[in-house]
């Protein structure tokens, strides 16, 4: 056995790296980085990007500064291109007054009325970062579904959408019945949890065109365009039942967990978002004073008054 004393040396050694991992391709995008919209972000893919206050613009920013349908902004080949559209205050490319059908570059600033937007191209490292900024900035943490105010843009956008084109569009109000007992008796880590499942089966009962949010609390909203009264109800019956059948634990006891929802469609007295939802919420008040754990509908709408009606 040898008696050599003479400490151990340690032999670090560099591995070679092939270096960072290459990210998914991600599209071009434009993200509004002053003004009115701040942080707003529209991917550019096959279809253009029309840029404008209008509801229905792809990136609405509701300034009076900027025109209902500003500037346009779509992929050509490998190029995207930027165009106004007549605007009121003329689009302007890196503060310089837009002359034609220009291309864009990474970088470039977009000035539209009194907001600046930048664009960023699909191959920019600093994309992935405002799709995590963005990812943040619309979801809700807890559920991954849209936040409120992510929520109230699209809900605005469908909402203009149905009222242009005369299509149906029903909204639906969920609360988690008894949600506050639950909170006091486990902690709020356990009614996370609760709040983290329904999320799920919100998300797993929306269709493509859907938007599923988390509103408030224990508050979800569910949007269903192309949707009336009868077709809403039916999707709103099958998520109660399949929340009302999963078992649900909170601090590790089993619990049954009910939700109640209220549902309202477009029409003339409810043709905003803010009368939608008031009328939601009052079906929604109905379902938890008439026993919990259902769906009712919305009042029956007066009929408007006919020509005959007012002679």
């Known amino acids: ?8 040396q340690t032999t670090q050694r560099t591995l070679f790296s092939d270096g960072p991992l290459h990210p998914t391709p991600r599209s071009a995008c434009v993200v509004v980085i002053h003004g009115e919209g701040i942080g707003r972000r529209a991917d550019i893919r096959e279809q253009p990007v029309i840029v404008g206050r209008s509801p229905e613009s792809d990136l609405v920013i509701a300034h009076n500064s900027v025109s209902r349908r500003h500037c346009r902004i779509r992929r050509d080949g490998s190029q995207y291109r930027l165009t106004d559209l007549g605007a009121t205050n003329p689009t302007r490319l890196n503060h310089a007054p837009l002359d034609a059908d220009v291309e864009l570059a990474d970088g470039d600033q ?16 600093e994309a992935r970062y405002h799709e995590e900024i963005y990812q943040l900035a619309v979801h ?3 559920t991954e579904l849209c936040n409120r105010r992510h929520f109230t843009e699209l809900a605005d956008k469908e909402i203009g959408r149905a009222m242009r084109h005369q299509r149906p569009l029903a909204l639906c109000i969920i609360d988690v019945d008894l949600f506050k007992p639950i909170n ?13 499942q329904i999320g799920g089966l919100v998300r797993r009962h929306a269709r493509g065109d859907d938007v ?11 949007l269903l365009p192309e949707c009336g009264l009868d077709t809403a109800r039916e999707c709103a019956e099958r998520l109660r039942e399949a929340v009302a059948a999963t078992p649900f634990a909170p601090g590790g006891e089993p619990q049954r967990i009910t939700i109640s929802i209220g549902i309202a469609a477009l029409g003339p007295q409810c043709d905003t978002r803010s009368r939608l939802m008031a009328a939601a919420d009052v079906a929604l008040y109905r379902a938890k004073n008439e026993g919990r754990n259902c769906v009712r ?15």
């Open 1 to 8: 056995m040898s008696n050599d004393s003479t400490p151990h």
């Open 110 to 125: 977009i000035t539209v009325g009194e907001s600046i937007l930048k664009f960023i191209s699909q191959d920019s490292v």
């Open 140 to 142: 809700d943490a807890l």
């Open 184 to 196: 006091d008796r486990h902690g709020h880590i356990s009614g996370d949890e609760v709040l983290r």
């Open 212 to 222: 599923a949010a988390r509103i408030g609390g224990e508050e979800f909203a569910l």
């Open 297 to 311: 509908l919305q009042p029956p709408q007066p009929a408007q008054p006919t020509a005959a009606d007012q002679r």
